[in-house]
């Protein structure tokens, strides 16, 4: 009788033990998932109609329109005094270094961000 | 009897200590571990940064060469309509001409000015130009980078 208790007693211990076998634990983790890259890409360049500038004095203004005239243009043009002309220039001058100089910005936040990563 | 009874306490007691203790140095040397990681995450944080803060000057830096040569180039530009009494109408009713030509080559100059700035390719000229004849003069930095302003 002592003996078939020791038995049971040794069947119990190993029948619970199993149970602490059981499930398997389910394990949590986290991956790091960098954000994708923008990669837009670079804006096209620019490729600009070339203009024809012409001279009016009040000398030529007579020959200038006769040959607007021969070679099939309306004899009409849009005028600018020698002053206005200058400011057009400086114009045209600030608003391509604006341009280059959002370019460069957007070049420098490009290295930093996508260089450093 | 007594004497035996605390002696093996005193031995239990011994023993026990010495566990605590094995256990204190296996917990100071596992603080220990966790400290030189945390210095040397640290280090780490703080190199990113130094090399954050010299890319951050150079960036600075050269936005503001960019800037001052476009003041350089304005100036330039001024100094070609209004050098000396320049004046470019007198010019232009004297010699008609010349100056249209002037002007028309100028102008192609600055559009092609615009297409570089915004990102065109340079020629194998513009590249090459080191000499004053060989130049874009609306812009030479931008469109000449070989070229080195001389007077």
Redesign the interface.
Known sequence: MYTMNKILLIAMMILLAGCSVGEKRVKIFSLEEPRAKLNLP???????E??????I?S??ADEVFAKLEAEGIDPVLFGL???E??LL??N??????K???T???LE?YK??YEE?E | MLITLVMVVGLAGGAAYIYKLKADNATLKANQIELEKGIAEQTKVLEQQKKDFEAILESNKKLNVLISTFKKDLDELDKRFNKGKRDIGKLAIDRTGAIERIINKGADNAARCVELASGAEHTEEELKATKKSEINPECPSLANPNYVHYE
Do not use: S
């Not at chain 1, 070339?50 to 001279?55: A, L, P, R």
């Open positions: 670079n804006p096209e360049a620019l490729d600009l070339k203009i024809k500038w012409i001279i004095t000398e030529n005094t020698d002053k002309f200058e220039a400086k045209f001058a600030q608003i391509r270094q341009l280059q100089e370019n460069n910005l420098e290295k930093y450093t």
